[in-house]
């Protein structure tokens, strides 16, 4: 699947062009239901933004928008750390997209920046992980967990397996 790249521009006050680590990925939702608040209006909204609110991608159902370079620090969160550290993902909720299809694209975003940055996934968050927030609501009402699971279930068919087996065995034996 396609990243559209449409970076918000520099010198922006939610673009401060200081370090991101990319030694995590945040995932959230936009929470916001209305029709029509998919990942290009998502796109141009973030572009308008003057205050210190960002993060680097957003996904719907159909498409995946990259708002800054990966290596970039955001303000996803109100944690210093996390915004210093994690690559930031906002899931669509608008009312007129397909959810499933919408964590699916996320789930492959996903799996593609953990290998790209060499990413383990016990550094795969929530926004709730960082500050208690109920962020990302609907995944948090379905049980992150069975969110998680996706990122191990390949083209190749590789087994799927979850994330507490995962921690017991160190992670360390996963084909992402
Ligand atoms: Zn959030």
């Not at 109100?78 to 994690?86: F, I, K, M, R, Y």
């Not at 996320?106 to 016990?122: C, F, G, Q, V, W």
């Not at 069975?146 to 087994?159: A, Q």
Request: glycine share 6%; charged share 25%; with cysteine.
């Amino acid at each position: 699947m396609e990243i559209i790249q449409d970076f918000i521009k520099t010198g922006r006050i939610n673009r401060p062009g200081a370090r991101n680590s990319c030694t995590g990925i945040t995932v959230h939702e936009t929470a916001n239901k209305n029709k029509g608040a998919d990942a290009l209006a998502h796109a141009k909204y973030i572009k308008t933004l003057n205050e210190r609110t960002s993060w680097h991608y957003t996904v719907d159902d159909k498409s995946i928008y990259q708002h800054l370079p990966d290596e970039e620090k955001s303000y996803h969160t109100s944690n210093a750390h996390a915004n210093e550290s994690s690559i930031a993902i906002e899931l669509c909720v608008n009312s007129d997209g397909d959810f499933e299809k919408t964590k699916e694209n996320a789930a492959y975003l996903i799996r593609t920046l953990m290998k790209k940055h060499n990413i383990s996934p016990e550094n795969i968050y929530t926004h709730h992980d960082w500050t208690g927030k109920n962020c990302p609501a609907t995944i948090l009402s379905e049980g992150a967990d069975k969110f998680l699971l996706r990122f191990y279930e390949s083209d190749e068919g590789e087994k799927t397996i979850s994330i507490s087996e995962l921690r017991k065995m160190g992670y360390t034996k996963i084909a992402i």
